[in-house]
Nanobody, 126 residues
């Protein structure tokens, strides 16, 4: 299992970025996939996931309405479209296969990764 994340960079607040996570060695649509992030000095947190069985998507509260997770099965790639970026979105973003997730009231509550790709740095300037 290999996951290659890309698309990070420096953007001004209010701007957009699209992260990509290309999978190799396995068929991505057989797995629930997640995006995580780790800000400087903070623990890694789950941001969003897309469920293998039905394509349902879930987000943590702070990115709802701004981030969109999607997958392209033909390209074996998962994306994270990030709009209206804020300085607090600055972090290293990782993609991973998901071992466990929970949803409370339609909001992603817990996300646990299994196989990880390397991260891609997103820096949002104010």
């Amino acid at each position: 299992v290999q996951l290659q994340a890309s698309g990070g960079g420096l953007v001004q607040a209010g701007g957009s970025l699209r992260l990509s996570c290309a999978a190799s060695g396995f068929t991505l649509d057989s797995y629930t996939m997640g995006w995580f992030r780790q800000a400087p000095g903070k623990e890694r947190e789950g941001v969003s996931c897309i469920v293998a069985s039905d394509g349902s998507t879930y987000y943590k509260d702070s990115v709802k309405g701004r981030f969109t997770i999607s997958r392209d099965n033909a390209k074996n790639t998962v994306y994270l479209q990030m709009n209206s970026l804020k300085p607090e979105d600055t972090a290293v973003y990782y993609c991973a296969t998901v071992a466990l997730y929970t949803v409370v009231g339609g909001t992603l509550h817990l996300l646990s990764g299994a196989s990880w790709g390397q991260g891609t740095l997103v820096t949002v300037s104010s």
